[in-house]
C-alpha cells in the first residue's frame, strides 16, 4: 500500500540558493543533507509535516555535481524545476512487483539505495502519464 507523499524532488541549478529560497520564502527547514555520488547529486530534504502512518512528507532539492548525471541533463534540457513525485510505501519490493504486472516499467530490478537511508525505485515516465515516479520506503519513522 503506498500511504503517503514521500516526497518533491525539485532540481534546481545551485542548491544553496534555492534551499535559502524555501527557508527564507517558505519557513521550511533543512533535516537533512546528503551526497550521493552513484546519482551525482547533492540534495536538501525539507519537512513539510508528519504524515498518519508514522513517517514525513518532504520537499527534496536536488543540485548535480556532474553534468552527465540524471540530474545534471535534466537540467541542461528542462532547466529547474520540479522533477519527480515520490509515494511511501512500507514495502518497496512488493510495491514494485505488484505494478510492474500492471504494465508499467520499473527502472531498477532490486531496490536501491535513496536518501536518508531508504530504499528506493522509479516507475518510467511514460508509462505513467508524463511523471518520472518514485516507491520509497524510508529507514525508519520520521528519520531526519
Ligand atoms: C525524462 N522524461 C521525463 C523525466 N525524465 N518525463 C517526466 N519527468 C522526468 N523527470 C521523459 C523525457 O522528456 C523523454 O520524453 C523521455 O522521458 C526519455 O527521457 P531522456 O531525457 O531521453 O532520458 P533517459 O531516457 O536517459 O532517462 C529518463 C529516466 C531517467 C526516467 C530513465 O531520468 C532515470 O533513470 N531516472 C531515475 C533516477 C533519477 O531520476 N535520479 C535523480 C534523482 P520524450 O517525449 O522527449 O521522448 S535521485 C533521487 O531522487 C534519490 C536519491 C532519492 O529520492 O532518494
Not at 75 to 82: F, I, T
Not at 114 to 124: A, D, E, K, P, V
Not at 127 to 138: K, N, P, Q, S
Amino acid at each position: 500500500m503506498l500511504t503517503r507523499i514521500d516526497h518533491i524532488g525539485i532540481v534546481c541549478f545551485d542548491l544553496d540558493k534555492t534551499v535559502e529560497f524555501y527557508s527564507a520564502t517558505y519557513g521550511f527547514e533543512v533535516t537533512h543533507l546528503e551526497s550521493n555520488e552513484e546519482e551525482g547529486i547533492r540534495e536538501a530534504m525539507l519537512k513539510i509535516n508528519e504524515t498518519p502512518d508514522g513517517y514525513a512528507s518532504y520537499l527534496q532539492l536536488l543540485g548535480s555535481t556532474r553534468d552527465d548525471s540524471v540530474v545534471g541533463k535534466w537540467l541542461a534540457k528542462n532547466g529547474e524545476g520540479v522533477h519527480h513525485i515520490a509515494f511511501g510505501t512500507n514495502d518497496v519490493s512488493g510495491e514494485t512487483v505488484a505494478i510492474r504486472s500492471k504494465g508499467v516499467r520499473a527502472l531498477y530490478d532490486e531496490p536501491r539505495q535513496g536518501s536518508m537511508g531508504s530504499r528506493i525505485n522509479f516507475l518510467h515516465p511514460k508509462d505513467c502519464h508524463g511523471v518520472l515516479t518514485e516507491l520509497v520506503t524510508a529507514a525508519t519513522p520520521d528519520s531526519e
